[in-house]
């Protein structure tokens, strides 16, 4: 079977490709995955892809001694996503890394204002410090594998997730009472 030859188009601008590229990428990813922010695991994955689409930008560059077009753009985001769309469907299953719950976890702390600077002034850094610490141990600890039984795992639930959300903040007052301040 012989291919087909097009000829090129017109060429695309590095950074323009770079950037089309990564905004059709995140855009398929998210519409795959109904995915709403991404993870900072994710993140990186992304980081990487943009890399990656940068160097073969270049090596097409070098090869055919001119900028790629959009035909190639398409091609190549179609052969990417199929190749590394796989890295993304962990988060439709609902999975938490502990990563994320912590930042989960001291978000709300901060955001319904239970722990603040004004309450605790010069421990503040230290009690988010501690707090994030104790989040990442409560995760972990209800993050045990059981063979057959991956529901109970708090990365696979978010019932689990938001009852040791709950946990955390309820005795968030009793860990911290010693360095809360006069106010």
Same mark, same amino acid.
């Given at each position: ?56 930008? +270049? /090596? ?62 010069? +421990? ?8 994030? /610490? ?14 057959? /039984? ?28 010693? /360095?809360?301040?006069?106010?």
């Amino acid at each position: 079977m012989m291919s087909i030859l097009q000829p090129f188009g017109e060429p695309i601008e590095r950074t323009e490709f770079i950037q089309h590229y990564m905004k059709l990428f995140v855009q398929v990813i998210k519409h795959t995955h109904q995915i709403d922010e991404f993870y900072s695991k994710e993140i990186e994955y992304l980081l990487a892809e943009k890399q990656k689409i940068a160097l073969l930008y +270049d /090596y097409f560059v070098e090869m055919y001694d001119r900028a790629p077009d959009y035909f190639y753009l398409s091609d190549t985001l179609t052969t990417n996503f199929l190749a590394k769309e796989h890295l993304f469907a962990s988060h439709t299953k609902n999975l938490m890394c502990v990563e994320h719950f912590v930042n989960t976890y001291l978000h709300l702390l901060k955001t319904q204002k239970i722990c603040t600077f004004e309450a605790f002034r010069t +421990d503040y850094l230290f009690i988010l410090d501690r707090e994030a /610490y104790h989040a990442k141990l409560a995760f972990e600890k209800q993050n045990q594998a059981i063979e057959g /039984y991956p529901e109970l795992r708090i990365q696979n639930n978010s019932f689990l997730q938001q009852r040791l959300l709950k946990q955390l903040i309820n005795g968030f007052h009793q860990r911290n009472k010693a /360095y809360q301040k006069d106010q």
